[in-house]
């Protein structure tokens, strides 16, 4: 046995603290080895039993059932954190539609605050405009001449006029014109419907009431006439009265003979007188 193999030998042996026992009789190197190797083999088998008894095997069955009820406390950990993740989703979830609804409401309050607001003067202007179709009735009575064009009343009316107009359009309140136009259920109410040459149908020909918007909104819907858009009709004359002119022109005459026949009977007597 050479140096070298005996200073492995005694290393393995530190190693292995003694576990295994080489025959120093074994000349050929290889045969050595190989015994070793075996021999290793079985100190590892060993070792590996000694360690499964020691914590698996039936001989602790003790610890084996410590093991089992730690596995099975793992088990019910792992259970409660499920539970408690979806918990906390749905909480979460929860918050998020509140907090949206909460966002909702607000822009809601914040629109009909401001809804409001623009529209506080409705109710006054609904009781204008009607001061204000008089007014502009008085308007079309004014003469169209040369002196009224130099009258200094009637430019003042005119300016007022305008400037009524000017400040009822700063307000947002317009006048809609509807003559020409065709029919509108939103902001025209039909009065009646006529025949009209020249017209079609839907056409608007008269308006008894102009149409008002406050901004957005009809505070009062135009009244109008509408064409049916079929030609008007010619009003027939009346056969009756025709009957009755023919039947007086009859009469007269036979009054006229009856009076002639008459009158030398009173001659006759009168001469005799």
Known sequence: MTEEEKKYREELEKENDGAIEIDENLSDAGNALQA????????????????????????????????KELEEKLAKLDEQIKLKDEKIAELEGN??????????QKTRIENEFRSKIKFAVEDFFKDFITVKDDFDKAMEFIPKNEESENDPFIQGIRHLASKFDDVCGKHGLVCISSLGEKFDPSIHQAMSMINVDGKEANEIVAEYVKCYKLHDRV???????????????????????????????????????????????????????
């Open 219 to 273: 505070i009062r819907p135009a009244m109008v006439v509408v064409a049916s858009g079929l030609p008007a009709t010619k009003p027939e004359e009346p056969e009756a009265e025709e009957e009755k002119t023919e039947e007086k022109v009859d009469e007269t005459p036979a009054e006229t003979v009856e009076e002639t026949a008459d009158e030398p009977e009173n001659t006759e007597e009168n001469g005799n007188c």
């Open 95 to 104: 918050v998020k539609s509140l907090v949206a609804e909460n966002r909702n």
């Open 36 to 67: 070793f190797a075996n021999e290793l083999g079985e100190h590892e088998k060993s070792k590996k039993k000694r360690f499964f008894n020691k914590f698996g095997g039936k001989g602790d069955e003790k610890a084996h059932k410590e093991i």
